[in-house]
């Protein structure tokens, strides 16, 4: 799906998950308490990674990278790499990096690298997420039911009356209706002409999830938006998806929890899961609740 299809999540927190849940290595139990350290691995994994040299010994920039030259990161360390294999590699301010695809084995706390080669862009995970509208389109299309509010300050009112709901979980603007679309979407470079056509309220689907009272939201919401809407029911208030990220910033191994994306679940990328952190946090916050993602995945054996 081109550069998303909607191009802002009205959210406090608008960041991405992505990936499996987890990786499938056996049926592990689940723990009796949260992870006191990061997990080893069984048999040999892999990522897609940059790996980076500042002067202190490589590591995998597993939670992303400052974006400077050179670049900036912390991560995992890497063992049994040495730049003379790599003549592919940046270099700047005494630093080293270059994007691998990486395999090796993992103790908990260093990979061992057994094989590398340069990354291409065939090779980082593609960002799959479906952000079209869930409700059915009424008859007639999406129209504008009052000119009066279907303006960008009443699109902003109508996202403090959602935030304001005692049952808000997550809004979106779903701008897929525009007529300048397909030439945004198309597009790797839009025109000014095609810019300016887009965010346009009359043509913005307002997406707001409330996990209980759909016809209290719909109600306090046409009362400042009149533009195109849709309410439906999500699993989880954004009050708990919050609390479910503070809970987690400390467990061993995390890349940074985060909540607001489309899934309506904290995010929770970790540098190894064999199953068990994904069975502990089902059994600790329920299902749904929280997806976790391991950056360094089985090799198929």
Request: hydrophobic residues 40%; negative net charge; aromatic residues 6%.
């Amino acid at each position: 799906m081109g550069r998303g299809i909607v191009l802002a999540l009205l959210l406090a927190a608008a960041l991405t998950g992505c990936g499996d849940a987890t990786s499938s290595q056996g049926a592990p139990g689940v723990p009796a308490a949260s992870p006191t350290a990061a997990l080893p691995a069984d048999g040999p994994v892999r990522t897609v990674t940059m790996i980076l040299d500042d002067g202190d010994g490589p590591v995998m920039c597993l939670a992303g990278a400052a974006w400077a030259t050179p670049p900036e990161c912390d991560g995992p360390a890497v063992g049994a790499w040495d730049w003379d294999d790599h003549p592919e590699a940046e270099s700047a301010g005494g630093a080293r990096w270059g994007s691998y695809v990486v395999q090796g084995t993992w103790d908990g706390t260093t990979l061992a690298a057994t094989e590398a080669r340069p990354a291409t862009e065939d090779d980082w995970p593609d960002d799959t997420t479906d952000f079209s509208t869930p409700c059915d389109e009424p008859a007639g299309g999406w129209a504008v039911v009052d000119r009066a509010i279907t303006t960008e300050s009443a699109q902003r009112d109508a996202n403090r009356v959602a935030e304001a709901l005692p049952d808000y979980g997550i809004a979106w603007g779903d701008q897929s209706i525009n007529p300048a679309w397909p030439g945004w979407e198309d597009s790797g470079e839009p025109s000014l002409e095609i810019e300016m056509a887009m965010n346009d309220p009359r043509y913005t689907i307002l997406n707001v999830g409330v996990t209980d009272d759909l016809e209290r939201a719909e109600a306090a919401l046409r009362e400042v938006w009149g533009g195109p809407l849709c309410v439906t029911r999500v699993a989880n208030t954004e009050a708990r998806l919050k609390q479910v990220v503070e809970d987690l910033r400390d467990l061993p191994g995390n890349l940074t929890p985060q909540f607001g994306t489309i899934s309506n679940r904290v995010d929770l990328p970790v540098v190894h899961d064999d199953g068990s952190i994904q069975a502990w946090v089902d059994e600790e916050y329920g299902a749904d609740v929280v997806e976790v993602t391991s950056a360094l995945e089985p090799v198929a054996q």
